[in-house]
């Protein structure tokens, strides 16, 4: 039986965890980074940069670290969502992007983020991840966890459903060649606590 042991996430652990964004994003880190990576520079010092940071969002201050048997196998990363900007115009926001960040529900502890070692799937790791972002949201006075999902990520959607997960809006994906999936949907999930 695999032991999962969970714990906060280190400054110094920004660039794994910027490893694991990018395994959990189906591509959409890599836009991103890829988009404000200085010429020649690898995109994943950029996500490494963000997740150096403290007092933001995107801050390994809010990212749980996943040890199974003893090494690092899984992360994390979620946060309460903030109310929208009430000047937000989603048509300012780049096309590719747009979908996504139309899809929140303000005050719910958002999971933005939550990934699994190869090696280390099918042991209980993902499902730790998620059971305790559901301890988190409530510690921190959340109504439900969201989070979102390519509707082609099949096995993200089994475990989610299992988990108590379910629909509550989509937008059609726009397609790019960095994006894992050029058909379907981002859908926004909720689970209530």
Request: proline content about 7%; charged content about 25%.
């Amino acid at each position: 039986m695999t032991r999962i042991v969970l714990r906060p996430a280190r400054r110094d652990e920004a660039r794994r965890i910027a490893e694991f964004f990018r395994m959990s994003s189906d591509g959409m880190a890599d836009y991103l980074w890829t988009r404000a990576a200085a010429p020649g520079e690898d995109p994943l010092d950029v996500g490494a940069r963000r997740y150096a940071r403290s007092g933001e969002n995107f801050s390994y201050q809010n990212c749980v670290m996943a040890e199974a048997d003893g090494r690092v196998a899984g992360m994390s990363h979620a946060y309460v969502m903030p109310e929208p900007d009430p000047d937000f115009d989603p048509s300012t926001v780049d096309p590719v992007l747009r979908g996504p960040a139309e899809l929140e529900i303000p005050g719910s502890f958002y999971v933005s983020g939550i990934a699994v070692s190869e090696d280390a799937r099918g042991k209980g790791v993902g499902t730790a991840l998620l059971r305790d972002a559901g301890h988190r949201g409530r510690e921190a006075g959340c109504a439900c966890v969201s989070l979102i999902c390519f509707d082609a990520n099949t096995g993200a959607w089994n475990l989610y459903a299992r988990e108590g997960f379910f629909a509550v809006d989509r937008r059609p994906l726009v397609p790019h060649p960095l994006i894992h999936y050029d058909v379907g949907d981002a859908v926004l999930l909720r689970k209530n606590l």
